[in-house]
């Protein structure tokens, strides 16, 4: 009985915050459209509307191996629904000529591409966005992206990117938005609110595609395109919210990620594409596939491309990525009787309401303005911006003895293999930044440092011994100068420029090709060679700060107990480097806060703080405990906690005060934690809200975030912040996939991280 209720609630998808709560457009305008693509479809042939989903390269390969050939002869005869990665306005202008005035239908083209974390002018990698903890300040860098990529002839951006990343091995957890459920799912809303803008149809907003669609994130061993196999209490707790949250938001677009999930690729499951998708959840745009995705089922084992393309078709993705399945096969399917007519009137419909939405109809050129484009694009304002916001994304992770902030003088060695390298610093997944024109590290410590100080520098070290590594791990021109001679010599040259300085910055850690795409790793620490470099450095008796460059949580436990001052800078954009100056000489007070775990070795990962308890949890302050939870060999704790993050400046928290000790449905309590600037400087801190439900119908996790607020406090100021706690802050989905809070008795906490906290406990009473 009890498994019937749960079957017949997954289908129907009983209550909760997953739930269809997608905005939907105004009746008459719905109607006004409706009428036109019926009309529009009504004189369309079979073999034009195969053509609108079909998605093709400008005819470069991007992030495969295969090409789109011979794209202007098929978008005059209507079969291309849309390009990607076809960029400036003189280039897509001519694209879309072909489309309206070849083509017999005069369908205007869609242009989408990857603008992940800004456009020409580039924002920190999305994990280091996330660290910013602020909201405001994503929504705009979204934003701006936006403006760019749209006076530059785009329309659709593969973004918000936001696959719940736990297992740091995997290259992409760089591209995320971190661990945890609640801060991306916040990301998510306002990233789609940043792109889209309050109206589609204006010419500088980009509609939204969320992925991966779904689970991509928790590919077994770290491995790229690996399969995933999940629980559905795992799913709707942990995984799936983000991605509902940037669908609620109006996300205009969905991809489906290249994983299996539970046996069955995402690019052809049913149930995640149409079931929850479009039934439970009320989606309303259209999803595409990744890249050859629809292709790569052959190799999942599903069958030829005839099968896989059909089978993806009636799963529910409407438009194909470069494989070109669909306008292979889908004609004959439908005469075998394999696809039917509305299958395909289906997903050609919403792709034309996509353009419709978009004001394509209305004006297929609105985004090829010459003008904008000289005008928007990495503009003064823009790029002030990108070193502001890189600024708040950078986490100091110890700085003993106060060795920063550098004071403007003297003498500073700045040292590494990726000091002195441009293309290094914009980070993965910046297919447009301007790699020649980015200020290296060295760069901007020279400029920021002004006339008083003398900065000398040395490479140091290769960023790994082995060539090939180096090569592999530098790709799309992100080259870092390699020095042949042997190891010793490299950095004992090295270590005479750090003798002749007051302080040594050693630029040390991972390339920007190193995370990302096809990027996974199964030792994150820093390369050897660094490591040697960077011993060598501390030997010669100089304060030394590490500078590093991450785009994922790495194994720096020797580092962190050996180097006084470490700046985790990730990839911060354009102006990454003006940036870790301006933090590096105190013009600004760094705030980050890890968005991810940072474990102590790599045998600990998958590793994050909202775990669950075992029935055997080692004590509090314990290691190895017989017969515990636990290993002989490292502790149970992380060597950086998910949001921590040291500031130039110290603050302390007062104990949590509750409004009440319990409450009933339908009513709230209060939190509050008075935090106090007990430096001399002035600083941000990031106050994180907990709770851990005590008594549950199924495990909780120890922790989650509930809720977040940046705030600035002068030396010697105090805040009092205050959180509201309601009946759905406490909701989760049960065995049945019921979202519900239930009775009982729930822990509080409050703190700068995830394990520094102050506790209280309260109580939701029955109704
Ligand atoms: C990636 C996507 C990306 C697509 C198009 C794929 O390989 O997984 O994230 O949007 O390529 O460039």
């Known amino acids: 009985m009890?498994?019937?209720?749960?079957?017949?609630?997954?289908?129907?998808?009983?209550?909760?915050?997953?739930?269809?709560?997608?905005?939907?457009?105004?009746?008459?305008?719905?109607?006004?459209?409706?009428?036109?693509?019926?009309?529009?479809?009504?004189?369309?042939?079979?073999?034009?509307?195969?053509?609108?989903?079909?998605?093709?390269?400008?005819?470069?390969?991007?992030?495969?191996?295969?090409?789109?050939?011979?794209?202007?002869?098929?978008?005059?005869?209507?079969?291309?629904?849309?390009?990607?990665?076809?960029?400036?306005?003189?280039?897509?202008?001519?694209?879309?000529?072909?489309?309206?005035?070849?083509?017999?239908?005069?369908?205007?083209?869609?242009?989408?591409?990857?603008?992940?974390?800004?456009?020409?002018?580039?924002?920190?990698?999305?994990?280091?966005?996330?660290?910013?903890?602020?909201?405001?300040?994503?929504?705009?860098?979204?934003?701006?992206?936006?403006?760019?990529?749209?006076?530059?002839?785009?329309?659709?951006?593969?973004?918000?990117?936001?696959?719940?990343?736990?297992?740091?091995?995997?290259?992409?957890?760089?591209?995320?938005?971190?661990?945890?459920?609640?801060?991306?799912?916040?990301?998510?809303?306002?990233?789609?609110?940043?792109?889209?803008?309050?109206?589609?149809?204006?010419?500088?907003?980009?509609?939204?595609?969320?992925?991966?669609?779904?689970?991509?994130?928790?590919?077994?061993?770290?491995?790229?395109?690996?399969?995933?196999?999940?629980?559905?209490n795992r799913m709707y707790n942990e995984y799936l919210p983000p991605y509902k949250a940037a669908i609620d938001a109006g996300a205009g677009s969905v991809m489906a990620s290249f994983n299996d999930i539970n046996g069955v690729p995402a690019t052809a499951n049913k149930w995640l594409l149409t079931d929850l998708l479009r039934k439970q959840w009320g989606f309303t745009g259209f999803v595409t596939s990744d890249y050859t995705g629809v292709n790569e089922l052959i190799e999942h084992g599903l069958g030829d491309l005839q099968r896989v393309s059909a089978l993806s078709l009636k799963a529910g993705m409407e438009m194909d990525m470069v494989s070109e399945g669909y306008v292979k096969t889908l004609k004959k399917s439908l005469e075998e009787g394999k696809v039917s007519a509305a299958d395909i009137d289906n997903a050609c419909r919403l792709i034309l309401e996509a353009k419709y939405k978009l004001g394509l109809f209305d004006d297929p050129y609105k985004y090829c303005s010459e003008k904008r484009a000289k005008t928007e694009i990495l503009t003064p304002a823009n790029i002030k911006f990108a070193r502001d916001a890189a600024a708040q994304t950078?986490?100091?992770?110890?700085?003993?003895?106060?060795?920063?902030?550098?004071?403007?003088?003297?003498?500073?060695?700045?040292?590494?293999?990726?000091?002195?390298?441009?293309?290094n610093m914009p980070g993965t997944w910046s297919v447009n930044a301007d790699l020649a024109n980015t200020p290296s590290l060295l760069e901007g410590i020279k400029a920021v440092a002004g006339n008083k100080v003398t900065v000398l520098n040395s490479l140091g070290s290769n960023l790994t011994s082995d060539a090939t590594l180096q090569k592999n791990a530098t790709m799309f021109g992100r080259d870092i100068p390699r020095d042949e001679r042997p190891e010793e010599v490299v950095i004992n040259e090295a270590v005479a420029t750090a003798q002749k300085a007051d302080v040594v910055v050693a630029a040390l850690g991972e390339s920007s090709e190193m995370s990302g795409e096809s990027s996974s790793r199964t030792d994150i620490g820093i390369p050897e060679v660094q490591k040697h470099l960077l011993a060598a450095l501390l030997k010669t008796g100089k304060p030394v700060v590490l500078v590093l460059f991450a785009g994922r949580p790495m194994t720096i436990k020797w580092e962190s107990e050996n180097v006084p001052a470490i700046l985790n800078v990730w990839f911060g954009g354009s102006q990454a480097a003006n940036a870790i100056a301006d933090v590096l000489f105190g013009d600004v007070n760094p705030s980050g806060k890890l968005a991810a775990t940072f474990p102590q070795n790599i045998g600990q990962v998958p590793m994050y703080y909202s775990q669950k308890s075992t029935g055997r949890p080692l004590a509090p302050g314990t290691w190895f405990t017989k017969f515990r939870s636990g290993y002989l060999d490292?502790?149970?704790?992380?060597?950086?906690?998910?949001?921590?993050?040291?500031?130039?400046?110290?603050?302390?928290?007062?104990?949590?005060?509750?409004?009440?000790?319990?409450?009933?449905?339908?009513?709230?309590?209060?939190?509050?934690?008075?935090?106090?600037?007990?430096?001399?400087?002035?600083?941000?801190?990031?106050?994180?809200?907990?709770?851990?439900?005590?008594?549950?119908?199924?495990?909780?996790?120890?922790?989650?975030?509930?809720?977040?607020?940046?705030?600035?406090?002068?030396p010697g100021e105090s805040k009092t912040v205050t959180f509201t706690i309601s009946e759905n802050d406490l909701k989760f989905y049960n065995a049945d996939l019921q979202y519900v809070a239930e009775p009982g008795d729930f822990k509080i906490f409050i703190g700068p991280n995830s394990s520094d906290v102050k506790e209280s406990q309260f109580a939701l009473l029955g109704k």
């Not at 749960?6 to 457009?25: D, I, N, T, V, Y």
């Not at 004189?43 to 011979?70: C, F, H, P, Y």
């Not at 700085?399 to 390298?421: C, D, R, S, W």
């Not at 007990?678 to 801190?685: F, I, Q």
Request: proline share 4%; net charge positive.
């Open 394 to 423: 950078f986490v100091l992770l110890k700085n003993q003895n106060k060795v920063l902030p550098l004071k403007k003088a003297g003498t500073i060695a700045v040292i590494g293999p990726l000091a002195n390298t441009r293309a």
């Open 2 to 232: 009890k498994k019937a209720t749960s079957l017949l609630c997954m289908m129907a998808f009983c209550a909760g915050s997953l739930r269809a709560q997608a905005p939907k457009p105004a009746p008459a305008e719905q109607a006004k459209m409706n009428t036109f693509v019926s009309q529009l479809m009504a004189r369309m042939t079979i073999d034009e509307k195969i053509g609108q989903l079909n998605l093709v390269t400008g005819g470069e390969a991007t992030t495969g191996e295969a090409v789109s050939n011979d794209v202007e002869g098929k978008i005059a005869k209507g079969q291309v629904g849309g390009i990607f990665s076809l960029t400036t306005p003189g280039r897509v202008r001519k694209a879309q000529q072909i489309a309206v005035t070849k083509s017999r239908l005069k369908i205007p083209l869609i242009f989408g591409q990857d603008v992940i974390h800004g456009y020409k002018t580039t924002f920190p990698i999305p994990l280091a966005l996330a660290a910013s903890w602020d909201m405001a300040l994503v929504e705009r860098t979204a934003r701006v992206a936006a403006n760019e990529a749209s006076a530059d002839g785009i329309n659709w951006t593969f973004s918000p990117m936001v696959d719940i990343a736990r297992d740091a091995r995997w290259g992409r957890i760089a591209e995320s938005c971190g661990e945890d459920t609640y801060l991306a799912s916040q990301i998510a809303r306002v990233m789609v609110k940043g792109y889209q803008g309050d109206d589609l149809k204006k010419n500088n907003t980009l509609m939204a595609c969320v992925k991966h669609f779904a689970l991509y994130g928790a590919a077994e061993s770290g491995r790229d395109y690996n399969t995933t196999d999940m629980s559905l």
């Open 634 to 714: 490292v502790s149970n704790d992380p060597l950086y906690p998910f949001g921590y993050g040291l500031s130039y400046t110290t603050f302390s928290y007062g104990d949590v005060k509750l409004s009440a000790n319990s409450f009933k449905p339908g009513q709230s309590i209060t939190a509050s934690v008075t935090v106090t600037n007990t430096g001399s400087v002035e600083g941000k801190e990031v106050v994180q809200l907990y709770t851990r439900d005590l008594v549950g119908s199924i495990t909780r996790p120890v922790k989650e975030l509930k809720g977040f607020q940046k705030i600035s406090l002068k």
